[in-house]
């Protein structure tokens, strides 16, 4: 078991940056691979960005080049650095841990780009 806490939404310009975190309270390293996923309002959940413990990253289409994912085992958090926001970024922001027989999710953090 492990609980998985987002911190870091809030109200932005467009344009501007946001930094979430996501904090464990148990070890990440046992999670090959960490995410972030976003849900906007009348939409399906989609992901967001990945990153392995090798340090391997996947990013969806619609933020490359603006988001960057990042983990630290150590201190167990993933973080996303998000620059250039839209407002199409508006969403609710969900951290996961993939494992094998299934997947942990957080409760999310809301942020909102304002054009």
């Known amino acids: 078991q492990v609980q998985l806490v987002e911190s870091g939404g809030g109200l932005v310009q467009a344009g501007g940056s946001l930094r979430l975190s996501c904090a464990a309270s148990?070890?990440?390293?046992?999670?090959?691979?960490m995410g972030w996923y976003r849900q906007a309002p009348g939409k399906q959940r989609e992901l967001v960005a990945t990153?392995?413990?090798?340090?391997?990253?996947n990013y969806a289409d619609s933020v490359k080049g603006r988001f960057t994912i990042s983990r630290d085992n150590a201190k167990n958090t993933v973080a996303l650095q998000m620059n250039s926001l839209k407002p199409e970024d508006t969403a609710d922001y969900y951290c996961?841990?993939?494992?094998?027989?299934?997947?942990?999710w957080g409760k999310g953090t809301l942020v909102t780009v304002s054009s």
């Open positions: 996961n841990a993939e494992a094998i027989l299934r997947d942990y």
């Open positions: 990153i392995t413990n090798g340090g391997n990253t």
């Open positions: 148990g070890s990440i390293f046992r999670f090959n691979v």
